[in-house]
Each structure stands twice: as structure tokens, then as C-alpha cells.
């Protein structure tokens, strides 16, 4: 079946370690995105891919980056993670303006 | 650690009865609309869509409701399942030409057998 998964489910880091969340698709969607989820809120998006194309969303701190290396996969670095990060984070594709498909999520821990 | 979360919307139904979920969208200039169900742990899942040039769309058991004068947004289940408990999110695309998506804050549904 056609999906998006996420790897690891479950990533535990120390405070200040870098940390890399990865993301594939087999939907063959042109728009790749990355969400943090905190609990009991609604997912905030941090970036997006177009296809090669990247797209920060203001807000989002200098610490989170982002590669997409091919149609297929996406990459979610944290250079510095703090306490403050420890989140659900989602990825999710599309086509274009299409309805936004999402994977399970990555929890992270920060220790 | 994470930061305290905010205390969601609940609803609470009775196995059977319908439920009706509401949501205030925030841009006059969307143009399409999502709700999605997120069970515990997992990632958003999608139920419905419907687009601005619509006022009614009707799936397997769910109906999704606009109405652009107040900018609201409802979801209706039929005949709720225990299944059916999961926080559901509206979400609102902004016309940008490609789906950027903002999400409403959510309301959590509780089924009782």
C-alpha cells in the first residue's frame, strides 16, 4: 500500500545532541512537510519541501533544518535539541494542493 | 520536557448517538477544508474534505458541513462507535496555490459503550 513512514517511532536524544527523524513516501507526492505536535495541540508546521523547493515557515527556530535528497525522502535535523523540543513530529505529503497525508510520527524524548 | 498541554474540547456520546463536531475557521479566503482523527500516538488520519464551492459533503457515516457567512465548519458521525474516540482536527487551506494546511485546536471525542 502506498504510505508515508517515519523512522525511528520512538527516538530518545540528550539534551544539546544532534538528532536526525527520517521520513519516506511511496505516494509519489511532490510536497513533503514537517510538523511539530505538542500535547493536546493541533500540529504546528515548521517547513515544507515543493519539490526541491524549500519553504521555512517563520516561526520556526534556526535549530530545526531540513534535506530532501530525492522525491522519496525527507530528513528532520535538530542541531541542538532542547528540553523544549521533546514532541510528537509528523510528516506529511501531498500533490500539490491535494489533502495532506500523514505518517505515524516520530516521539521524541529529550533527556 | 514537553510543555504542558492545553486542555482540549471534549465531547462525550453515548455508543450509537450522533455526534457533531465544530470547528471556526479563521480565513474568509480558504478554500478548502480537511477534518482529520488522530487516535492516541498516531498521526493524523484524514476523513473528510470538502471544498469552498460546496456546503455539504457526505462520506461513509460522516458528513462535513460549511457555511462561509460565519466561517464554520461541523462534522457529523453517525451512529458513533467506541472506535470512533480520537481528537479530530479541522484544518483550513489557505488558497496559496499548494496545501498549506492551518489547523483548528481540536475537540476530543469520547465514546462510551
Known amino acids: 500500500d502506498a504510505m508515508v513512514i517515519q523512522n525511528p517511532r520512538y527516538q530518545v536524544t540528550q539534551f544539546g545532541k544532534p538528532v536526525t527523524l527520517s521520513c519516506s513516501q511511496t505516494?509519489?507526492?511532490?510536497?513533503m512537510y514537517w510538523y511539530q505536535q505538542k500535547s493536546s495541540q493541533a500540529p504546528k508546521l515548521l517547513f515544507h519541501?515543493?519539490?526541491?523547493?524549500?519553504?521555512n515557515e517563520a516561526d520556526t527556530p534556526d535549530n530545526f533544518q531540513s534535506r530532501r535528497p530525492n522525491t522519496s525522502f525527507c530528513f528532520l535535523d535538530i542541531r541542538s535539541p532542547g528540553l523544549g523540543d521533546a514532541a510528537m513530529y509528523l510528516c506529511a505529503t501531498s500533490h500539490r494542493v491535494d489533502t495532506q497525508y500523514f505518517g505515524p510520527g516520530t516521539r521524541l524524548t529529550v533527556l | 520536557g514537553e510543555s504542558v498541554g492545553l486542555h482540549l474540547p471534549t465531547l462525550s456520546v453515548q455508543e450509537g448517538d450522533n455526534s457533531i463536531i465544530n470547528c471556526a475557521y479563521s480565513n474568509s479566503a480558504s478554500d478548502y477544508f480537511i477534518w482529520y482523527k488522530q487516535e492516541s500516538g498516531k498521526g493524523p488520519q484524514f476523513i473528510i474534505d470538502?471544498?469552498?464551492?460546496?456546503d455539504k459533503r457526505q462520506g461513509q457515516r460522516v458528513t462535513v458541513l460549511l457555511n462561509k457567512t460565519v466561517k464554520h465548519l461541523s462534522l457529523q458521525i453517525a451512529a458513533t462507535q467506541p472506535g470512533d474516540s480520537a481528537v479530530y482536527f479541522c484544518a483550513e487551506n489557505l488558497n496559496s496555490g499548494y496545501s498549506t494546511l492551518t489547523f483548528g485546536k481540536g475537540t476530543m471525542l469520547l465514546v462510551s459503550p
Open positions: 505516494l509519489n507526492h511532490n510536497v
Open positions: 470538502i471544498r469552498s464551492n460546496m
Open positions: 519541501y515543493y519539490d526541491k523547493d524549500f519553504n
